[in-house]
């Protein structure tokens, strides 16, 4: 049987832990503004279980190294600094959709707008995060 190459294989494993990251972000998300939550705090709260379990994929499988520690604390510090950055970015549009459009586009927006922040993502957590 003939070897993936490594690229394809973090590319495929990234996109398999990001749709479990989306999904349970969105879920949160969708879950937190129907009890009545607003959509920016829920919206953080939503990418913070996403996150937590991506994080951890990410480094147990994606991008591990069997050389090094894949979840030091150095890569768990540059993950926060993107985490935030996307976190906000991610959080305005679901603001700006909810007050613009209402609460249910912004539960169909969402997970577009974290799929295409986690597309962008790769570069950064291959080359910055996990190296």
């Not at 937190?32 to 913070?48: E, Q, W």
């Amino acid at each position: 049987m003939p070897k993936i190459p490594h690229l394809v294989r973090q590319v495929t494993s990234y996109g398999v832990v990001g749709l479990v990251q989306i999904a349970l972000d969105w879920l949160c998300f969708v879950i937190l503004t129907a009890l009545g939550l607003p959509p920016g705090p829920a919206n953080v709260c939503g990418r913070v279980a996403g996150a937590s379990a991506g994080f951890w994929l990410n480094g147990k499988w994606t991008f591990r190294d069997p050389e090094k520690a894949p979840l030091s604390t150095r890569a768990l510090a540059r993950f926060v600094v993107s985490w935030t950055a996307t976190t906000a970015i991610s959080t305005l549009i679901v603001l700006l959709v909810s007050e613009g459009h209402g609460l249910h586009w912004a539960w169909v927006i969402k997970p577009i707008a974290d799929a295409a922040l986690a597309a962008a993502g790769f570069a950064v957590s291959k080359f910055w995060i996990y190296r």
